[in-house]
């Protein structure tokens, strides 16, 4: 069945614009279709739209992170037929919709040395999980949410890496800790991952391993699970 969105687009081209604008379109779309249709469908109207590809490719719609694949169906049940749609990231924009993932990429270097090259593909799987974190907006190292779901995810492939994994994750100024719930921040809600990242500060607090004055003041609740 086909519907009309009303879509507000974001738009920037890093070789030749100042400041960021948004576009209005009005398009016409099946239902059944996802987001990488209506992307293309707006690239039609407008050739010198732009958008990231493949089947990791994601933005935000009316500010929640999700990957493109996702149905048209589900956005509207969710989100309505008036929607707003930015890149991941507006700070790291290189035009429209793709942004240079430079700092994701950065922070697998944190773990690179604990896990294989080929594990690089699993991390990438999180890339939404990393921009939608309000963190990044006051703590410009901070970790990302990908990287703490990646680390328990590798704790239990390599777990005889257990503990400098734990090391890193468990930074005070940039780690685990600073971690809040992406549920409303994420579509469809990452209910997995915040898991992984709940577990993952249990294994913290139940080693403690390090001196780290964050993980101690939170360490007394592992003794009432």
Do not use: W
Not at 104 to 133: C, G, H, M, P, T
Not at 182 to 197: F, N, R, S, T
Request: hydrophobic share 40%; aromatic share 12%; glycine share 4%.
């Amino acid at each position: 069945m086909e519907c009309k969105l009303e879509l507000s687009v974001f738009r920037f081209d890093a070789t030749t614009d100042f400041l960021p604008y948004y576009k209005k379109h009005f398009i016409t779309i099946d239902r059944s279709k996802n987001v990488n249709d209506l992307l293309a469908l707006i690239q039609i109207e407008d050739g010198s739209f732009d958008y990231p590809k493949g089947d990791l490719a994601a933005l935000k719609i009316n500010g929640k992170a999700l990957f493109s694949h996702v149905s048209i169906d589900g956005i509207i049940n969710s989100f309505g037929k008036s929607l707003t749609l930015e890149p991941l990231n507006t700070k790291h924009v290189t035009k429209d919709m793709i942004i240079n993932t430079g700092n994701f990429d950065k922070k697998f270097k944190l773990l690179e040395a604990f896990v294989e090259a080929k594990d690089k593909a699993l991390y990438d799987q999180y890339i939404i999980y990393y921009y939608a974190s309000s963190v990044l907006e006051f703590v410009e190292d901070f970790q990302g949410d990908a990287l703490f779901a990646f680390a328990y995810d590798m704790i239990q492939k390599h777990p005889d890496r257990k503990r400098e994994i734990l090391e890193i994750v468990a930074n005070e100024h940039t780690g685990l800790f600073l971690h809040v719930r992406l549920c409303k921040k994420i579509y469809p809600c990452g209910a997995d991952v915040e898991k992984k990242i709940t577990e993952l500060k249990n294994e913290v607090m139940k080693h403690r391993p390090f001196a780290n004055t964050l993980v101690e003041k939170f360490s007394h609740h592992i003794d009432l699970m």
